[in-house]
Structure formats: C-alpha cells, structure tokens
Nanobody, 115 residues
Framework: QVQLTESGGGLVQSGGSLRLSCATS???????MAWYRQFPGKERELVAR???????NYADSVKGRFTISRDNVGLTAYLQMNSLKPEDTAVYYC??????????WGQGTQVTVAS
C-alpha cells in the first residue's frame, strides 16, 4: 500500500521560511515527485517538480524562493520555502508518479503566512 505523509506546515510571518517534507512508503521507483498547492475554491496548481536525476521545474510565482529536493534512498521529497508571502497561504500536497504510472497524493498540509 502506497502512503505519502507530509509534515512541516504551519503558521509563519511574512518573509519567514518553512520546510515541508513528504515521506513515502510502498513506492520504489518513480518518474517524478512534486508539490502542489490549492487555494480555497481553486484547482490544485503545480508548485515544484523533481525527477529522479534531479531535474526541476517551478511555478513562476515561487522561482527564486522555493527549492524542491529529494532523497532517492528513502524516497522523501522536500520543499524549502523562503521569503514567504501571504499569497502563498494554501494547502500543500505531495505527489508522486510511480514507475507503474500510478499517481499518489498526500493528505495535504496547511501553510499559513501572516502579513
């Protein structure tokens, strides 16, 4: 059974930093891991994506502020978020596309940035 467990969300002041973690179990190989976020009443949007060899891409709104990384041994993904803004407030979801092409999501973690 595949499980993704996020941690690290919370409340932070504008300009502050948070680091999200996504621990996986039941997955051994993957095409990509990613972080998405969802604003109230909106669709989930891609924040950052990383491949097993370290290729990354980011939403324009977070470039230069957020960094995605991964540990291929433990299949854990991280999202370092710096210079946070109130408009980054959202629920953040971890995503993995496994080598069998199945997609799995975490339960989400709330990030709130106070102005």
């Amino acid at each position: 059974q595949v499980q993704l467990t996020e941690s690290g969300g919370g409340l932070v002041q504008s300009g502050g930093s948070l680091r999200l973690s996504c621990a996986t179990s039941g997955v051994f190989n993957y095409y990509a891991m990613a972080w998405y976020r969802q604003f109230p009443g909106k669709e989930r949007e891609l924040v950052a994506r990383i491949t097993p060899v370290g290729g990354t891409n980011y939403a324009d709104s977070v470039k230069g502020r957020f960094t995605i990384s991964r540990d291929n041994v433990g299949l854990t993904a991280y999202l370092q978020m710096n210079s946070l803004k109130p408009e980054d407030t959202a629920v953040y979801y971890c995503y993995i596309r496994a080598n069998n092409n199945n997609v799995y999501w975490g339960q989400g973690t709330q990030v709130t940035v106070a102005s």
